[in-house]
C-alpha cells in the first residue's frame, strides 16, 4: 500500500515537472533559436532524484503523524526554516552542507550553465577577523549521493515503521 501511494506521488510529480520543462525547452528554442543543451536533461535528472527525496522525508513523516495537513506544515516548515537555522549554525564551520535538502536543490539550476564543472562553489570573506564560507551549490557528485541517501534512509525508515504500524 505504501509503495503504491509513493510511486503514485512520484508520478504525478514528476509528470508535472516534465510538462514544466519541456515547455521551458519549447520556449528556448522558439525564442534564442538553438539546440536544447545536455544540462537541461540533466537539471530534470537531479529534479527527478530531489523529488524522490522529498517524498522519501514525506513518506516517512506520514508513517508515523496522524494526518496528511500535520505532514505537509512540516516539510514546510522544514524547507523554509528548518534547514535554513541549522545552516546558520554550521556557516561558521566552513562544512559543506551536504545534509540540506534546501542547499542540495541548488543544483538543478546550477548545473544548466555550461561553466557548471569550472564555477566556484562558494565565496569567502572575512569579518572581525573570522573568515566565512558561504556554500552556493554542491557538486554534481555530492548533489548525486545526498540526494539518494536521502531517498534510501528515509523511504527505508518509512517503510519499516509504516509496517511496524500494521502490525
Given at each position: 500500500l505504501i509503495i503504491g501511494k509513493y510511486i503514485a506521488n512520484y508520478i504525478l510529480v514528476i509528470g508535472i515537472a516534465a510538462i514544466h520543462y519541456f515547455?521551458?525547452?519549447l520556449l528556448c528554442f522558439y525564442f534564442?533559436?538553438?539546440?536544447?543543451?545536455?544540462?537541461?536533461?540533466?537539471?530534470?535528472?537531479?529534479?527527478?532524484?530531489?523529488?524522490?527525496?522529498?517524498?522519501?522525508?514525506t513518506t516517512f513523516l506520514s508513517s508515523f503523524m496522524p494526518s496528511a495537513g500535520s505532514v505537509l506544515i512540516i516539510i514546510i516548515a522544514l524547507?523554509?526554516?528548518g534547514?535554513?537555522?541549522?545552516?546558520?549554525?554550521?556557516?561558521?564551520?566552513q562544512i559543506e552542507p551536504l545534509y540540506s535538502l534546501t542547499y542540495l536543490?541548488?543544483?538543478?539550476s546550477n548545473i544548466i550553465y555550461p561553466e557548471f564543472f569550472t564555477r566556484e562553489r562558494y565565496y569567502e570573506y572575512?569579518?572581525?577577523?573570522?573568515?566565512?564560507?558561504i556554500w552556493l551549490f554542491p557538486s554534481a557528485e555530492g548533489a548525486l549521493i545526498g540526494l539518494s541517501l536521502y531517498a534510501i534512509v528515509f523511504f527505508?525508515?518509512?517503510y519499516l515503521l509504516f509496517k511496524r504500524r500494521q502490525l
Open positions: 515547455l521551458m525547452a534564442y533559436a538553438e539546440p536544447i543543451p545536455p544540462s537541461l536533461f540533466l537539471s530534470f535528472g537531479y529534479l527527478a532524484l530531489y523529488i524522490l527525496a522529498l517524498a522519501s522525508v524547507i523554509l526554516f534547514f535554513s537555522i541549522i545552516d546558520s549554525f554550521v556557516t561558521l564551520t536543490d541548488n543544483i538543478i572575512t569579518q572581525d577577523n573570522i573568515t566565512h564560507r527505508l525508515l518509512g
